[in-house]
């Protein structure tokens, strides 16, 4: 398995930014799955600097950003030949830095989304990624993870764009029994109200809301949702986007996504339906591991 790796400059500025801490607490797993990391110039530089991946193999350097290496990323996502095709790209936020929505930054999340892959901003999300890969390769779970499946104690948020909505349902209804476990989930309007009466099917009290309703993304409730997250209210976002719509509320997305980098060690974000199922089969599995 291959993925992109870019990081703000913030993120790998000093020996606590957030590339580092995540190589920490990741280092081993990563080791362990063969991960193949192929880094743009700066981040590349700043990993072999830490000696973090020292002596890893599978860790190769790509151009600068401003030399093309993150457009390449972007194209080895889409396919380029069996040799040059990535699974998926972990690319570490600073939500106030412009180059994260410089065009090839844009390019690199919706090929992620259009092609089913993981498009990772945060370093809770690749934490969360890394425990996810480890458990379907029947590894141990690393107890350093335990944080990210204590679903008992977190919030999710469920939300999907109108032509995307028929598959949250599905989502939903095939993983009913792993949302639930959840102490509360959040929705944006239609969306919320469609879940609650799946739930209201499956024998959830009826009128009891399974999902608390916000507004509708137009109306701001992708805004209420990111102020959830920026309080720690909300934990996890599973947020099935619809790539190829123009949206008129475009912003309150973009505030969404940058209220979940801007709490990297805490939020993750899920966009892709593919990925949403098998972190759900993870936490099964996880779970029956820890039971045993």
């Not at 990210?148 to 032509?163: R, W």
Request: aromatic letters at 8%; one cysteine or more.
């Amino acid at each position: 398995m291959r993925l992109g790796l870019a990081a703000n400059q913030l993120h790998h500025a000093h020996a606590d930014a957030a590339l580092f801490r995540w190589l920490r607490a990741c280092g081993a797993g990563i080791r362990e799955l063969g991960l193949g990391l192929h880094a743009v110039g700066r981040t590349y530089d700043a990993i072999e600097r830490s000696g973090l991946l020292a002596d890893y193999a599978p860790l190769r350097r790509y151009p600068y950003g401003r030399e093309g290496g993150l457009m390449k990323l972007v194209a080895e996502v889409v396919g380029l030949g069996d040799d040059r095709v990535l699974d998926g790209a972990i690319y570490l936020i600073d939500p106030v830095d412009p180059s994260s929505i410089f065009p090839e930054a844009v390019a690199l999340k919706r090929q992620c989304v259009i092609h089913g892959k993981p498009f990772i901003s945060t370093v809770a999300s690749a934490r969360d990624w890394i425990e996810l890969e480890r458990i379907h390769a029947g590894m141990a779970p690393d107890t350093g993870a335990d944080a990210f499946y204590a679903l008992e104690s977190q919030t999710v948020a469920l939300i999907a764009h109108d032509a995307m909505k028929p598959q949250m349902l599905a989502y939903a209804t095939e993983h009913f029994d792993v949302l639930s476990r959840f102490a509360c989930r959040v929705g944006t309007g239609t969306t919320g109200q469609r879940l609650n009466e799946l739930a209201w099917s499956r024998g959830w009290p009826v009128q009891v809301p399974w999902v608390e309703r916000y507004q509708s993304g137009p109306l701001g409730g992708d805004a209420q949702i990111a102020d959830l997250v920026l309080e720690r209210r909300c934990q996890r976002v599973i947020f099935f986007e619809d790539p190829h719509v123009a949206r008129q509320h475009e912003a309150d997305i973009q505030l969404l996504e940058r209220a979940v980098t801007t709490r990297t060690d805490e939020a993750v974000c899920i966009t892709s339906p593919r990925v949403a199922a098998r972190w759900a089969e993870a936490v099964r599995l996880r779970r029956a591991t820890v039971l045993a």
